[in-house]
């Protein structure tokens, strides 16, 4: 290596800078590092905390501590300033002996809800985000907010009790309660205490799914990595990231892709209660015209009834037996059904599995606690149709049904309220 090779990466990294700068113009937004103390200028906080020395992820270095280079640096820290400039040079006299030897000294910087600013070693933060390096050694303080019911401050303090445990700044939500369930995901009592070994393996299997999420788009959202993890954890296991091919892993990804974007609207249930088109094709579109379709369309259409109980045992399993026993006196050339009973959680999962295999195109899940297996089989096997009798379930990949149960108590309520005396 030479310093040749280190004013090439000058020149790439402001480049970059320079790209940057303008689309944060274009787009309205600060084209700078952000700048702590301005942030804290009108904060009310509780304290702060000396951290000590710590791996700093780069990801989450976003601005500075006060406002002294705030030009020298685009929003991604990349430079901004020309190659003849003093700033230029003993950047590149930086990047040249992190070629040689590595940059090995830390940094200091203040940590705020969850993000880094730079107090000393802003060149040392623009080199090695250059090279994409995922972390730097830094002394940290924690700025620690004030109490509130703010969500952003209740997911901070949820974050914090959660980095006693982890000790990892990467596991971080937007949602306040989102670490208990990643406990659960991973198969740790609550306040487990992860050891190196769990921590290091956590960090490697973190790092394969933000490439893929990346990869789809995730930095546009306005999520954490963690968030969408947790949501591939209820469909997936974490061997099966870890275990995965890249590509493979993309693909997995794919499958729940609507769900992960889910988590971005307020209110990403939508309920239907109108008959589609005439009501004689309510779960399948008018099928194309022509021969080649007429060929290859099935005569028969087979779909499983999976339930949690037995008919002999609930009400609700024996009503939507009846349905199924209507379903195939009156469509007895169009329909076949397979019923399992008595099954849920992974039994329900390997009772869809066999459905499957025999050619079920269609699943039933009869209760709300069969979300989990119908979540995890409809990604798996996204040309089968999974439904959940259940509402209030916002997961893209299975449609939700429910019956009209509200129009009864309504008639109830009218009759009950004209046989009131008062």
């Known amino acids: 290596m030479n310093r040749a090779d280190a ?8 480049k970059q800078g320079r790209k940057t700068y303008k689309e ?18 009108n904060v009310m906080v509780a304290g702060q905390v000396e951290l000590g020395v710590i791996e700093v992820p780069i990801e ?5 501590k006060t406002e002294g280079r705030r030009s020298a640096f685009a929003e991604n ?3 901004l300033l020309e190659p003849d400039t003093e700033f230029a040079n003993k950047w590149i006299e930086l990047c040249f002996a992190h070629l040689e030897d590595g940059i090995r000294d830390p940094i200091r910087c203040y940590e705020y809800l969850g993000r880094f600013y730079v107090q000393e070693g802003n060149k040392r933060v623009s080199v090695l985000k250059s090279y994409g390096a995922p972390s730097i050694s830094g002394y940290v303080t924690r700025v620690i907010p004030t109490w509130s019911e703010d969500p952003t401050i209740l997911a901070y303090y949820d974050f914090l009790n959660a980095y006693q445990q ?10 306040p309660g989102s670490f208990g369930k990643l406990q659960a995901a991973l198969g740790y009592e609550p306040g487990h205490v992860w050891e190196d070994e769990e921590r290091k393996l956590f960090s490697a299997g973190y790092l394969y799914f933000k490439e893929a999420f990346y990869k789809l788009g995730g930095k546009e959202l306005p999520i954490t990595v963690a968030d969408a993890l947790l949501v591939w954890l209820k469909v997936y296991s974490f061997e099966q990231l870890t275990d995965a091919y890249a590509s493979d892993r993309v693909k997995m990804l794919e499958r729940i892709w609507p769900d ?4 971005t609207q307020p209110d990403p249930i939508s309920m239907s209660t109108e008959i589609q088109g005439d009501g004689k094709n309510v779960l399948e579109p008018e099928p194309p015209k022509g021969i080649i379709f007429k060929a290859i369309q099935p005569n028969r259409l087979k779909i499983a009834f999976v339930n949690e109980y037995f008919p002999s045992e609930s009400d609700w399993i024996r009503a939507h037996d009846l349905g199924r026993e209507y379903l195939e006196t009156v469509m007895e050339d169009q329909v076949e059904s397979e019923n399992f009973y008595g099954v849920s959680g ?21 209760t709300p606690s069969l979300i989990g297996a119908c979540r995890k089989i409809a ?8 439904l959940n009798c259940s509402i209030s379930m916002p997961y893209s990949g299975v449609r939700t049904y429910y019956s009209r149960i509200y129009e009864g108590k309504f008639i109830i309520g009218a009759i009950a309220g004209a046989m009131s005396k008062n």
Not at 7 to 14: D, G, I, P, R
Not at 346 to 366: D, H, S
């Open 60 to 64: 989450q270095i976003i601005g500075t």
């Open 77 to 79: 820290f990349m430079p």
């Open 7 to 14: 004013m090439e990466q000058y020149l790439k990294s402001l």
């Open 379 to 386: 990604a798996q096997h996204p040309k089968v149709r999974v």
């Open 346 to 366: 992974k039994e329900a999962e390997e009772a869809m599995e066999t459905a499957i295999a025999n050619g079920a195109q269609m699943i039933f899940a009869t």
């Open 260 to 263: 992960i974007q889910g988590l």
């Open 166 to 175: 982890t000790g990892l700044y990467q596991v971080c939500f937007s949602r």
């Open 24 to 41: 944060c113009l274009i787009r309205g937004r600060y084209p700078y590092p952000q700048i702590l103390d301005e942030i804290l200028s």
